[in-house]
């Protein structure tokens, strides 16, 4: 089995920074793409960032600039640094995962739980 925990979200004032993490466990083989999505009150999911497990990254337009996402391998963990923040970045964050599974060697996609970020005065 695997799980994907995330930590991180809260509240933070427009202009401000806050960094999330996620760090994948159980029966892993390999983490492939890790990223992360998010979506707020009334919309669909959105895509954030993704990361390769070669370092190749891709930003939604609307975070490029003020979004940096990194990985570390060894930890199978993925986090975003978020920058300059706006009201209209409030969502639930998700992180994702493509990840083979030790067991049968399939790769499949995890989702963790989700954490609020809510940027307001």
């Known amino acids: 089995q695997v799980q994907l925990v995330e930590s991180g979200g809260g509240l933070v004032q427009p202009g401000g920074s806050l960094r999330l993490s996620c760090a994948a466990s159980g029966s892993i083989f390999r983490t492939n793409t890790m990223g992360w999505y998010r979506q707020a009150p009334g919309k669909q999911r959105e895509l954030v960032a993704t990361i390769t497990r070669g370092g190749s990254t891709n930003y939604a337009d609307s975070v490029k600039g003020r979004f940096t996402i990194s990985r570390d391998n060894d930890k199978k963990s993925v986090a975003p640094q978020m920058s300059s923040l706006k009201p209209e970045d409030t969502a639930v964050y998700y992180c994702?995962?493509?990840?083979?599974?030790?067991?049968?060697?399939?790769?499949?996609?995890?989702w963790g739980q989700g954490t609020q970020v809510t940027v307001s005065s």
């Open positions: 994702n995962a493509d990840i083979t599974n030790r067991n049968d060697y399939v790769r499949r996609d995890y």
